[in-house]
């Protein structure tokens, strides 16, 4: 609920009126042995929001394009569904159709065959300042944390826009970053606005620093930057379909 107070809306809110639009995308191909004929290989590539009422869903152009060709018969959509008496959550699985692409911009949408469980708000990028608070919902590590005995885990990280790049022909948001990382499995998280609770963003990459062990290998360390994609990109997408 909005709040004149703190003029915006608050972390529970956005997660809960969001919940049944945000699910992760998967790859499950069947990997049979002798002792378990029906086992199924399965593997989380990333996180997407559902964008209309009619089953678009949007995610990362990068997201699709780093499954091999011959596994993306294999993705599908995996969605928030219920929650049992033993507050588990439940989901539900649906084929992805892809739709559009755009690797310039690095958006993706696709399709279900059926009506869409929830649907996020479209912000304007536009109007993102500096400092605001911004909200990410996703699925980061999320094949880690199934191997990890967690299942499925869908977080909530607050952060807040700290820097915005335009282009120079136009003066429109090309990018905006964040302070904090965005691990695999988040790309292509919704990015709520905290003052409209709306999604202003599409959470795309990370930057790493590169740092020698003594005596050990070069690493990457996640540095407190990640970068989100304007959902403005993704509005003119959806208006040429």
């Known amino acids: 609920m909005y709040n004149i107070f ?3 809306f608050d972390n529970s809110h956005i997660i809960e009126s969001n919940r049944r639009a945000i699910g992760y995308i998967d790859v499950a191909i069947p990997d049979p042995t002798p002792n378990n004929p029906t086992q199924i290989k399965r593997g989380i590539r990333g996180t997407g ?14 997201v699709y394009k780093q499954v ?5 018969k294999h993705l599908a959509i995996n969605y928030y569904s219920r929650t049992d008496e033993k507050g588990i959550e439940h989901y539900v699985r649906k084929d992805l159709q892809l739709v559009k692409l755009d690797e310039e911009k690095d958006i993706a949408v696709f399709k279900i065959d059926e009506k869409s469980p929830g649907v996020v708000a479209l912000g304007d990028t536009q109007a993102v300042q500096e400092g605001e608070e911004v909200l990410i919902l996703g699925h980061p590590l999320a094949t880690e944390l199934m191997i990890m005995g967690l299942g499925v885990t869908r977080t909530a990280d607050q ?11 136009d003066g429109t948001p ?10 695999a499995g988040a790309s292509g998280s919704p990015v709520f606005s905290k003052k409209t609770g709306k999604v202003i963003g599409i959470a795309s990459g990370r930057i ?3 740092t020698q062990i003594p005596n050990g290998p070069l690493i ?13 990109y993704l509005a003119n997408l959806i208006k040429a379909l």
């Open 174 to 183: 090309e990018v905006f970053f964040v302070d904090t990382h965005i691990n």
């Open 208 to 210: 790493d620093n590169n």
């Open 159 to 169: 952060c807040i826009v700290s820097a915005i790049k335009k282009r120079a022909l």
């Open 6 to 8: 703190k003029r915006g």
């Open 220 to 232: 990457k360390v996640p540095a407190n930057m990640g970068i989100c994609r304007p959902v403005n």
């Open 49 to 62: 929001f559902f964008i209309n009422k009619d089953g678009l869903f949007a995610t990362n152009a990068h």
């Open 68 to 72: 091999p060709d011959a596994e993306k």
